[in-house]
């Protein structure tokens, strides 16, 4: 019993790479599989993630999932939130300013008062990563059509 079990053990082993194997293109074949490929964005450093979380909790219910302004509560406000993935907008305004806002709330920059100030609830440090996340929302932007 002991000699047949071993003998289908070499045979499977002796036929399993056979049938694994795979035969290679011919030179110059083209792989249609690689041209289709989606390209994936690479993953998120560790801080953004953590302003991503932050970003979900306190900012998405108005500023909306990609930061367009558009979140749940944003057509109750006026004036709108801001769209926070607008690329002239993101140039416009420096990381100490986006801080600043985010800290002091829109009343304490000069803004509408709707938002509000989060220097209270989230650390230097929350705000940092936030501000690390706001940063990555143009790239996140859905094209317009």
Request: aromatic fraction near 6%.
């Amino acid at each position: 019993m002991r000699i047949r079990a071993a003998a289908l053990a070499l045979v499977a082993l002796l036929t399993v790479p056979a049938a694994c194997t795979r035969k290679s293109a011919p030179a110059g074949a083209k792989t249609p599989a690689a041209a289709k490929t989606p390209v994936v964005p690479p993953p998120l450093r560790y801080e953004v993630r953590l302003g991503k979380v932050t970003f979900t909790h306190y900012c998405q219910t108005c500023h909306g999932e990609s930061g367009a302004g558009d979140g749940f509560n944003a057509f109750n406000l006026d004036p709108h939130p801001r769209d926070l993935s607008d690329p002239q907008f993101q140039k416009k305004k420096s990381d100490a300013e986006l801080a600043d806002a985010i800290q002091r709330g829109g009343a304490g920059v000069g803004l509408s008062a709707l938002m509000p100030p989060w220097g209270h609830t989230l650390s230097a440090r929350q705000i940092d990563e936030l501000v690390l996340y706001l940063r990555t929302l143009p790239a996140l932007r859905k094209p317009s059509t």
